[in-house]
């Protein structure tokens, strides 16, 4: 099984990377669903600073690599020779998925901050903010948890400042070729 993890600060492409997996028939394994779970366990509402307390309290309690080691048995569970783990954080995430996973794939995406921050005003998820302080907090936190270090650790990076299409368009074509690689 190849494992292609996605990562990339908040509003970069890593939903939309996934969604071109998902037309494709590839499963998707999101490691924020990890950390909605928690918030509902915890029976709090999925806001931006309930989720990113959650994941620091994971973090904190059972260690940097902790959402990658609760999405494993997900990701093993996954009846395909291609699985796209998407929302990867940090560079403990990678070392673990990596030391897991031999045959592990990174691709980072990236997008300006401005890009981003109209993608979040745009996209209304219940965790987005459209102000621009909030985001620059969002990506203080995510960089806290090795996020840059994750980004540098990608075997691929794919820009996703121009318009959807044709990053939808460079999307297909990687996982084609990942998928033609795999099989």
């Known amino acids: 099984m190849m494992v292609v993890g996605i990562v ?3 509003a970069s492409g890593k939903g939309e990377f996934s969604r071109v997996a998902r037309e494709m028939g590839i499963p998707v394994v999101v ?15 999925p806001t931006d600073k309930n989720l990113g307390q959650m994941g620091d309290m994971l973090r904190a309690e059972k260690g940097m ?9 997900v990701i093993e569970r996954q009846i395909s020779p291609l699985v796209v783990v ?15 996973f031999p045959n592990f794939y990174l691709v980072g995406i ?3 901050f401005a890009l981003r921050l109209q993608r979040l005003k745009d996209r209304k998820r219940s965790d987005d903010s459209s102000r621009e302080i909030d985001l620059q907090d969002r990506d203080a936190r995510e960089r806290a948890w090795g996020l840059d270090e994750a980004l540098l ?6 820009s996703n400042e121009g318009d959807l299409d044709t990053f939808r368009e460079k999307t297909a074509y990687l996982i084609a070729r990942l998928r033609r690689e795999e099989s």
């Not at 490691?31 to 509402?45: C, E, F, N, P, S």
């Not at 650790?153 to 794919?158: G, K, Q, V, Y």
Request: net charge negative.
């Open 8 to 10: 990339g600060l908040p």
């Open 31 to 45: 490691m924020g669903d990890a950390i909605r779970q928690a918030v509902t366990d915890a029976r709090k509402l």
């Open 65 to 73: 690599d902790a959402v990658a080691s609760v999405c494993i048995p």
């Open 86 to 100: 998407d929302g990867i954080r940090g560079d403990a995430e990678v070392k673990c998925l990596r030391n897991h």
């Open 110 to 112: 990236e997008a300006s």
């Open 153 to 158: 650790e990608a075997d691929c990076t794919l």
